[in-house]
């Protein structure tokens, strides 16, 4: 962890220093993080983790796992860093069938959404599986809203981008949930993956769209509906296909709230640094 500490650091202190330019910051703000990109050290020590992040000048995180730990007792270790969870990530069967209990967590983390990142599915994503996804996602999302306060999202993934009408299986969930209860967080990398443009479904839905996973897809990697990739294909941002300032920009006329660096790869300790780096570059 401490080699893993110093490296973070240095490479941060390196990527600040060459990136300043003139000009209005486009995204002025310090980055949240998802607590995936750091699930096998969180996994083994917490607390020297969130010091690993917090060194980072991470405040904001959204969690996906409580590691072993109850809800007040990761609460308590965020507390002590001044780091607050601003969203909780569970499982899908988990958020229709343990509502309660997610939401009773959720609220001891002291999150404001309770996110859902996949649909468990066999073969490509159908209409008959939308149809469910959406009854299922306005239940949720209703019974977090009415009993907890919680804002309930829904996480693409990239297979829902199968067409149908006009558009696409997504348009069809975006569009048949209730915006009382149901809301969305954009992923950069699995809206490209599968052939969308991430800045131009923000557009499309500017009012849906509350929270983001900011991600890049390495040069040369081609795309397709499977919803998976290799990790090893997760890049620092900014130096793969997508077109970081021009979703930053969708997304800041729209107004999302909590924008979450996630970094799947095992490189993550060296390019964590590059992307907070690289979005303190990004100048208008």
Same mark, same amino acid.
């Given at each position: 962890m401490k080699i893993k500490h110093l490296t973070l650091l240095?490479?941060?202190?390196?990527?600040?220093?060459?990136?300043? &330019?003139? #000009?209005?910051?486009?995204?002025?703000?310090q980055p949240g993080m998802v607590s995936y990109?750091?699930?096998?050290?969180?996994?083994k020590d917490a607390a020297a983790t969130l010091d690993t992040i917090k060194a980072l000048k991470i405040t904001d995180m959204e969690f996906s796992s409580l590691f072993g730990k109850t809800a007040p007792e990761l609460r308590k270790l965020l507390d002590e860093r001044g780091i607050k969870c601003s969203s909780f990530g569970v499982g899908?069967?988990?958020?229709?069938?343990?509502?309660?209990?997610?939401?009773n967590n959720a609220k001891a983390l002291g999150?404001?959404?309770?996110?859902?990142?996949?649909?468990?599915?066999?073969?490509?994503?159908?209409?008959?599986?939308?149809?469910?996804?959406?009854?299922?996602?306005?239940?949720?999302?209703?019974q977090l809203k009415d009993e907890f306060g919680l804002t309930f999202c829904y996480h693409n993934h990239g297979y829902e981008f199968?067409?149908?009408?006009?558009?696409?299986?997504?348009?069809?969930?975006?569009?048949?949930?209730?915006?009382k209860y149901v809301s969305f967080e954009l992923?950069?990398?699995?809206?490209?993956?599968p052939g969308q443009d991430p800045a131009a479904l923000i557009n499309k839905y500017p009012d849906r769209f509350k929270l983001?996973?900011?991600k890049d897809l390495k040069k040369g990697i081609t795309g397709n509906l499977s919803g998976g990739t290799p990790v090893e294909n997760d890049v620092a941002l #900014?130096?793969? &296909?997508?077109?970081?300032?021009?979703?930053?920009?969708?997304?800041r006329k729209a107004g999302l709230k909590h924008y979450y660096i996630e970094d799947e790869s095992p490189s993550y300790a060296r390019q964590v640094p590059q992307s907070i780096a690289y979005l303190k570059s990004l100048k208008y």
């Open positions: 240095a490479a941060l202190a390196c990527g600040y220093s060459a990136s300043a &330019q003139k #000009g209005k910051p486009l995204f002025p703000d990109t750091f699930r096998s050290s969180l996994s899908y069967e988990d958020a229709l069938n343990k509502t309660q209990e997610v939401g999150a404001s959404y309770v996110r859902v990142a996949w649909v468990p599915h066999k073969g490509p994503f159908t209409l008959e599986m939308a149809e469910k996804t959406v009854a299922d996602f306005n239940k949720i999302g209703k199968e067409k149908h009408g006009d558009g696409t299986l997504m348009d069809y969930i975006i569009q048949k949930t209730d915006p992923d950069m990398l699995w809206t490209f993956f983001m996973h900011m #900014g130096t793969g &296909q997508i077109d970081i300032p021009a979703v930053l920009k969708a997304a």
